[in-house]
């Protein structure tokens, strides 16, 4: 059994998160993570193209799931908003993919680093202090969660990038990850449009 194999076992017991809707989209890859001393990137800093790039990986629609479903992930139908898909009449239930709510998380937290820039604009960092810090916490402690549940064991090494003799890590390591175009394509594929009765969440 080679590494790869056996980060796909770790991934793949018996856990509820295995029976989820895009769990067949999952498809594992290595990558080198992109994190240079002096941040920069396409995902950095604020305007319109930075905003488009993270609208393309974190905008993503709900999608739905049947009643045998919801059982089977654990979830309590009895108290979740049960809908109907306008463009079938299918019943079920609504439901959002983590990753997508974890990537708005960390564009708030983005924005708000910007947000003499963002606020004038409107949206969620121009909402009332007391209202925006809520829902920072809230994003704060999802992705502390999140990291958490994670527990990346990887590790990374030191090295001198200004030769100026102060080592700075080095987090440009090789990680297995899951293929993220591949859960976004699902994401968009299974997206259910909201209904005319249906109420905003």
Not at 37 to 65: H, L, N
Not at 106 to 126: E, F, H, I
Not at 159 to 177: K, L, R
Request: contains cysteine; charged residues 25%; hydrophobic residues 35%.
């Amino acid at each position: 059994m080679d590494g790869r194999e056996r980060i796909i076992h770790f991934y793949n017991p018996k856990f509820k998160s295995s029976l989820a809707p895009a769990a067949s989209a999952v498809k594992y890859e290595t990558q080198h993570f992109d994190l240079p001393p002096i941040a920069e990137g396409p995902f950095i800093g604020k305007g319109d193209d930075v905003d488009a790039r993270w609208d393309y990986i974190s905008a993503i629609g709900d999608t739905m799931i049947s009643h045998e479903e919801m059982i089977k992930l654990g979830l309590n139908p009895d108290d979740s908003l049960k809908i109907t898909d306008p463009r079938n009449g299918k019943p079920g239930y609504r439901v959002a993919i983590e990753v997508f709510h974890q990537l708005h998380c960390l564009n708030l937290l983005r924005q708000n680093v910007y947000k003499d820039y963002y606020a004038p604009l409107g949206g969620d960092t121009s909402a009332p202090l007391m209202d925006l810090r809520g829902h920072l916490d809230h994003c704060i402690d999802a992705l502390r969660q999140f990291v958490m549940c994670q527990g990346d064991v990887g590790v990374f090494s030191f090295h001198y990038p200004f030769n100026d003799g102060d080592p700075w890590p080095d987090y440009s390591t090789p990680h297995t990850c899951r293929n993220f175009e591949a859960i976004r394509q699902w994401g968009v594929d299974h997206t259910v449009p909201r209904g005319p009765d249906e109420p905003e969440h």
